[in-house]
């Protein structure tokens, strides 16, 4: 008994020891995410990992008062009733709930982050609204991660101990003098909470956003690490909107860049099927062909068919996803249109008009479909694949038969690339024909009866990147033998990268470094160059190929063309990554922030920023031209060609 009273304290003292409390708390969270993704932040010095704790602070301070607010005010309220036992009660587990779903969130991203390279957003919602199976998702992940869960658990009850330390005291005698002092209190407490949830108190402070986390941080690609997950959820909960900018005239910017291509050759068009093969995860990592120097010319890869297909392929040696998810993907690639800042078919943008390849070669009379093995609706890839003019839909509902499904995410990839050649077969030409994989993914599993066929490798992901290697293998066997697979222009590509294992590719580039193929079996279609190509350059390329012999809109550049002012962006958490030639220059939006010589310095990363000011004022031009027309086009909805 005496124990307790001495634990008793001011509503006052007991409300700003739980505040302290929770900050130490989500710093432990924050030191949980660094060990959980050393490989990718390793080159923190520990001065800098310092620096980078104490800015996150002020980011926790942001996320724990708007998830707090409701027990602040309920505590801070001056009336008496608020001292009742069952008042408290009801307190204490709208504290203990609530800041529960903010460490779960937290420990969500100890595992997914190295997937996405960020944190978790409010777009994670209507990414998987349309999955039909989220519940056997969530349990495939916490079985994954067992372990994180059980430290959750353990987390959770030490949460709830340093809640119960400090006991609340008896209310006092209520008389006009208190009532005063403890409205006062209140006033105090609402003001100290808005300076907080602005992330400062001058009147010229903008309310706090995740690209103040740069601050913080030396590289763009740390960010992470000085925000926590309920803040970057909270504060994209609401879509943001594109700004304009005008850094120049528009005859200098269509001059510098320019996203509406028009004819250059005057040869007839070539009425080839074109067929896009889009592989899940399949990171340049993974493929030997692409990689013949690395480990003293020894690696291998997991990919033996597609190393045999580099050889009769068109491809560069510096070729890179726009994005890190498959539901940036599909915009880029059949579109031309990468996402910045968040996943383009998610933005408040998502309803402009826009074109596609698919529609494009649909006006000149090819049947259009898309295959993915998934439950249809998943991802939403039905709903974008419609708005990009693809007629035919072909999914598990399609398919008809259960036996061949995963369990997970749909139907194995050998079985249905089968059956996608089978049914492309029935097609009149000339066609355009997607496919979307769906095997390489976590939980990263093979078929019963292939288990032990294939290396497993450093990687969870190798074994069924061989399974789908496999697969694609098979495909090729069985369209080969089809009457029109000599005239078909096969397109192989990766929707995003993945966890890396190779310090090779534990840098920015190798984060968004995927196989992109070009395979023409009845024609000379062959070569490798070191120009750089993304995956929005994908449809310019193909439409080039095949002397399309009209204007259209694609921000992507012809990966065959001789002109060298291309160049390659791609954009996670608001920052961008801008390639050009044999320099990457990341930017935080505002201002630039690292400069990289990725020929002579591939591993180390040695920042040049500022050290050679003519390559990257050049550099700088042209971000700010692409950002200038991204942004125009988005707001004003210019993403197709004016007739």
């Known amino acids: 008994m005496d124990q307790t009273r001495k634990r008793e ?36 010095s520990f001065s800098e990992l310092l620096y980078i704790f104490l800015g996150g602070i002020k980011f926790d301070i942001v996320a724990l008062l708007y998830l707090n607010l409701l027990f602040i005010v309920l505590q801070a309220i001056p009336f008496p009733f608020r001292y009742r036992i069952g008042y408290q009660k009801f307190c204490k587990w709208l504290f203990i709930i609530t800041n529960s779903l903010g460490f779960l969130a937290n420990f969500v991203d100890f595992a997914y982050y190295k997937y996405t390279l960020k944190r978790t957003t409010a777009s994670v919602f209507s990414q998987f609204s349309n999955e039909q199976n989220k519940f056997k998702l969530a349990v495939d992940f916490l079985i994954d991660f067992w372990f994180l869960l059980i430290l959750l658990m353990a987390f959770i009850w030490l949460f709830i101990k340093l809640f119960q330390l400090v006991h609340l005291q008896k209310a006092p005698k209520f008389t006009w003098k208190v009532y005063l002092a403890h409205t006062l209190a209140l006033v105090l407490i609402a003001g100290l909470a808005v300076i907080g949830m602005r992330g400062g108190w001058r009147h010229s402070t903008r309310p706090i956003t995740m690209s103040n986390a740069g601050d913080f941080v030396a590289s763009p690609g740390d960010m992470s690490l000085v925000l926590n997950t309920p803040f970057t959820i909270m504060k994209t909960l609401k879509s943001s909107n594109l700004k304009p900018v005008n850094y120049f005239n528009q005859q200098t910017l269509d001059s510098l860049y320019n996203p509406i291509h028009q004819p250059e050759n005057k040869a007839p068009f070539k009425k080839l099927n074109v067929v896009f093969l889009i592989i899940e995860s399949l990171g340049k990592e993974h493929i030997g062909g692409l990689n013949k120097d690395l480990l003293n010319g020894t690696y291998k890869g997991y990919t033996p068919f597609i190393d045999s297909l580099v050889a009769q392929s068109f491809t560069s040696s510096h070729t890179y996803a726009n994005g890190r998810k498959s539901i940036d993907a599909l915009p880029s690639i059949i579109s031309g249109i990468p996402s910045i800042r968040e996943p383009f078919v998610l933005s408040t943008y998502s309803g402009n008009k826009t074109t596609s390849i698919a529609k494009l070669l649909g006006d000149e009379g090819y049947e259009t479909a898309f295959f993915h093995g998934a439950p249809n609706g998943s991802m939403g890839f039905s709903a974008y694949t419609n708005l990009a003019g693809i007629k035919n839909y072909y999914g598990k509902s399609e398919y008809n038969n259960d036996a061949d499904f995963d369990g997970i995410w749909g139907i194995w990839d050998e079985p249905f690339m089968q059956y996608m050649a089978k049914t492309i077969n029935t097609f009149k030409q000339p066609f355009f024909s997607a496919f979307f994989s769906v095997s390489s993914h976590h939980p990263f599993k093979v078929p019963e009866k292939y288990i032990g066929k294939f290396p497993k490798g450093s990687l969870p992901i190798q074994e069924p990147v061989g399974y789908t290697d496999m697969a694609i293998k098979k495909f090729f066997a069985t369209a080969a033998k089809m009457p029109w697979y000599k005239n078909t222009l096969f397109v192989l590509v990766a929707d995003h990268a993945t966890v890396s294992y190779l310090p090779e590719y534990q840098t920015t580039p190798g984060y968004f470094s995927i196989p992109i193929l070009f395979y023409y079996p009845g024609g000379d279609l062959k070569g490798k160059t070191d120009k750089l190509i993304q995956q929005t350059d994908i449809m310019p390329t193909v439409l080039n190929y095949l002397n399309y012999n009209k204007p259209y809109f694609a921000f992507g550049f012809d990966a065959l063309s001789n002109k060298n002012n291309n160049f390659v962006v791609n954009n996670n958490d608001g920052s961008f990554s801008f390639y050009q030639g044999d320099y990457l220059l990341q930017n935080n939006g505002l201002k630039s922030t690292a400069l990289f010589n990725l020929k002579t310095d591939r591993l180390t ?7 050679e000011p003519v390559i990257q004022a050049n550099m700088e031009k042209y971000l700010k031209a692409f950002i200038q027309q991204y942004n125009t086009r988005m707001i004003k909805n210019q993403l197709t060609v004016s007739k």
Do not use: W
């Open 605 to 611: 990363q040695k920042n040049l920023i500022d050290k």
């Open 9 to 44: 304290q001011s509503i006052y003292i007991v409300l700003a020891y739980r505040f302290l409390v929770l900050l130490v708390l989500y710093t432990l969270c924050r030191l949980g995410f660094y060990l959980s993704n050393l490989s990718l932040f390793n080159h923190i």
